[in-house]
């Protein structure tokens, strides 16, 4: 059956490498042309706020690298379960190569949170249910990559690293929704509402470029990542040889 | 051109965080790509030991 | 392949692990007795290096109890699973047909019993050294007891994980830390209502509300992990 072939694909390490290779370049491409153009809109065309100003384009890169954090956290969460459910090598492997990107992306978040906290609400820091919790998030992904780090046999490794990312999946709807549930400093979400967006339009499509093309970005790193991760867990498989001529 | 830069005053606020979100995207480009020349430099050294 | 298990089984073999653990315990007080003495060495650490004013400690004694109580179970959570996996009785565990989850479950009580409660019983007098009045006691044992069993359930998770880790002590500490993290809010929130007088119930009730979501699925996912560790 169709379906039946297109999973076994999935699962074969050359060719999903054939498949990364192949479309690294478009989903790069992309990701850098709407870039561009979302920090051309969002920087030249969009009008100041009126309350926050010029200082509300923060949220360009702000809102990006935030929610990039949580949908990388969650991506190698649904890997790592799904490389335990079926035990595909190949969804350990992309779970192992979102970590490093998914702690780096965390790091810019909370790196320009506090750059847009300082002028708004005056401190570099607050300790506020969402702020703590992405900071979890990030003690998370050390955690993750400290424990298949520490662990020497590889599908041990894997597995251990597995459980421990299906585990730690609960912080995310924490902070997602943690300025719902309880008083916080951070503001709530203002253009994923039901209904219409509370943002102005010359406001809202840069920032939804933006979010197109961090996630094609994402797409991006993340096949080379996945490419390298495959390279190194399939030793001397007779696919590699050819891949490299 | 110089008020673009001072963004109403925000200019030391933003632009440091413009270049800390970009930065951090470039470079994990630039990580992915060196991690994926290692592991091909690793498997053909494996390749060239095993023939 | 799975036998049939009954409920009954599953429970009696965890009441012979359960059992079996705690006369374990008995010849080695000191697994009991060193985190113990660290929490309250920890806890009078704290007056010695900030300062000897009653009113200023009595501000930073939830703080001082939850860090010293976090740190003692850290160093606690190394013995819950590591003797019987050294000796291969968790091995057993895992290949006697019964339930690994709920053998795991024993263990962890057990563990608590021996580990988090008396360390919240003893609390008091580290609590009376930072200058806790006798009336907010019984709010500083609840908060810690009930934080500390939610503790020894999250930190089975964390053991299970790195049994077969080098340096895993200090691995374990870092995978325990961010699943911990809600407990010490909760739980220091609770112990700082206790005492400054007023209502521990809010706190406490969500403490309760983690150590019941602890229960139902911290001992899966550490039977899983220690499976994983096994093989």
Known sequence: ?245 | MSEFFDMGGYGKYLWPAFALGFGIVVLNVVLALNSLSSAKQDARRRMEMSQ | ?231
């Open chain 1, 1 to 245: 059956m169709a379906t039946w072939t297109w999973f076994h694909r999935l699962a074969s390490p050359p060719h999903v490498y054939a498949f990364a290779r192949r479309w690294t370049p478009w989903f790069g491409g992309f990701a850098a042309l709407a870039m561009c153009a979302a920090l051309f809109g969002g920087l030249v065309l969009a009008p100041a706020d009126y309350q926050q100003k010029d200082a509300f384009r923060m949220v360009y890169v702000h809102a990006p690298t935030a929610w990039l954090s949580l949908m990388i956290y969650t991506t190698m969460a649904v890997a790592a379960a799904v490389g335990l459910i079926w035990r595909m090598k190949v969804a350990h492997a992309a779970a192992a190569a979102c970590a490093p990107v998914g702690a780096w992306f965390t790091v810019a978040a909370l790196g320009t949170g506090m750059l847009w906290g300082k002028p708004m609400w005056g401190a570099y820091w607050v300790w506020d249910p969402r702020l703590t919790a992405e900071l979890v998030l990030l003690f998370l992904y050390f955690g993750y990559m400290g424990l298949r780090a520490g662990i020497e046999d590889p599908v041990k490794a894997d597995k251990a690293s597995a459980v421990l990312a299906v585990v730690g999946v609960i912080n995310v709807p924490i902070i997602k929704f943690s300025v719902e549930w309880w008083n916080s400093l951070h503001q709530v979400a203002t253009v994923m509402q039901m209904g219409k967006p509370k943002m102005d339009f010359d406001m809202l499509w840069p920032l939804l470029l933006m979010f197109l093309a961090f996630a094609s970005y994402f797409i991006t790193v993340l096949l080379i990542r996945l490419r390298a991760e495959l390279l190194r867990r399939e030793r001397n498989a007779s696919w590699i040889r050819e891949v490299l001529a």
């Open chain 3, 1 to 231: 392949m799975k036998t049939l298990v009954t409920r009954s089984t599953a429970l009696a073999a965890a009441r012979l692990v359960a059992v079996r653990d705690l006369r374990l315990a008995f010849h080695k007080p000191s697994q009991v007795i060193q985190p113990l003495m660290f929490f309250m060495i920890v806890a009078t650490l704290f007056p010695l290096t900030l300062t000897p004013e009653m009113s200023r400690l009595r501000d930073a004694a939830p703080g001082v109890l939850w860090i010293g109580a976090l740190l003692s179970s850290l160093l606690a959570l190394e013995f819950l699973f590591r003797d019987d996996a050294v000796d291969g009785t968790l091995e057993q565990f895992a290949l006697s047909g019964q339930s690994l989850t709920w053998m795991l479950f024993a263990k962890t009580c057990t563990h608590w019993m021996l580990t988090g409660l008396p360390l919240a019983l003893s609390a008091p007098i580290a609590a009376a050294a930072l200058g806790v009045s006798a009336g907010a006691m019984g709010g500083v044992v609840a908060s810690l007891a009930l934080g500390s069993f939610a503790m020894s359930l999250v930190g089975a998770i964390g053991a299970g994980l790195t049994l077969g880790a080098r340096r895993g002590g200090v691995l374990l500490s870092l995978l325990t830390l961010p699943l911990a993290v809600p407990i010490l809010i909760f739980g220091a929130r609770a112990t700082q209502l206790a005492i400054s007088g007023g209502d521990i119930a809010p706190p406490m009730y969500l403490l309760g509300a983690i150590a019941v979501l602890g229960l139902t699925l911290a001992p899966l996912a550490a039977a899983a992990a220690v499976r994983i560790g096994l093989e």
